[in-house]
């Protein structure tokens, strides 16, 4: 597995991360919305992963997973407050994690084995978000923009 590291999403990160005023559009608010919740929710899918490889006493590898998880947290979190004020922002972020965490470890019913069924649905999109972070950027912002637009009947 390959995870590069964080330079290039702290550096697009930076950017989100100075004070701004509220976003101005619908789209601004549901990217970041957006972004926010993929980031959140991979970063509950490593901590899950992190957890099992470290249960099969692979450490070296469970590091890996927990920077991306970090990465991860802070990624939805910095795209969290790009649409609501920081307190909420963190609350919203967090509240979202523990979710997303419960809601895996039911779907492998805690038991690590069965993590394949968590790999085949999110680490695709999940080392997307973190080994290219422009590209899966704007991907979403792409998708969200055409689920935007009328539908031609």
Same mark, same amino acid.
Request: hydrophobic share 40%.
């Given at each position: 597995?390959?995870?590069?590291?964080?330079? /290039?999403?702290?550096? $697009?990160? !930076?950017? &989100?991360?100075?004070?701004?005023?509220?976003?101005?559009? =619908?789209l601004?608010?549901?990217?970041?919305d957006?972004?926010?919740?993929?980031?959140?929710?991979?970063?509950?899918?490593f901590?899950?992963?992190?957890?099992?490889?470290?249960?099969?006493?692979?450490?070296e590898?469970?590091?890996?997973?927990?920077?991306a /998880?970090?990465?991860? $947290?802070? !990624?939805? &979190?910095?795209?969290?407050?790009?649409?609501?004020?920081p =307190?909420?922002?963190?609350?919203?972020?967090?509240?979202?994690y523990?979710?997303?965490?419960?809601?895996?470890?039911?779907?492998?019913?805690?038991?690590?084995?069965?993590?394949?069924?968590?790999?085949?649905?999110?680490?695709?999109?999940?080392?997307?978000?973190?080994?290219?972070?422009g590209?899966?950027?704007r991907?979403?912002?792409?998708?969200?923009?055409?689920s935007a637009?009328?539908?031609n009947?």
């Amino acid at each position: 597995m390959k995870i590069k590291r964080f330079g /290039a999403i702290a550096l $697009l990160l !930076a950017s &989100l991360s100075a004070p701004a005023e509220p976003p101005k559009s =619908d789209l601004s608010r549901d990217a970041s919305d957006s972004l926010s919740a993929t980031y959140v929710n991979c970063a509950a899918y490593f901590t899950v992963a992190m957890q099992g490889l470290k249960k099969s006493n692979k450490l070296e590898m469970a590091a890996k997973y927990d920077e991306a /998880a970090k990465t991860a $947290l802070f !990624a939805g &979190l910095t795209y969290a407050k790009g649409g609501q004020s920081p =307190d909420l922002a963190e609350k919203v972020s967090h509240a979202r994690y523990s979710e997303y965490l419960k809601m895996m470890l039911d779907k492998i019913e805690h038991n690590f084995s069965n993590i394949a069924i968590l790999q085949s649905e999110y680490s695709d999109d999940c080392m997307s978000a973190i080994n290219d972070p422009g590209g899966f950027k704007r991907k979403r912002i792409q998708s969200l923009r055409e689920s935007a637009l009328p539908k031609n009947p």
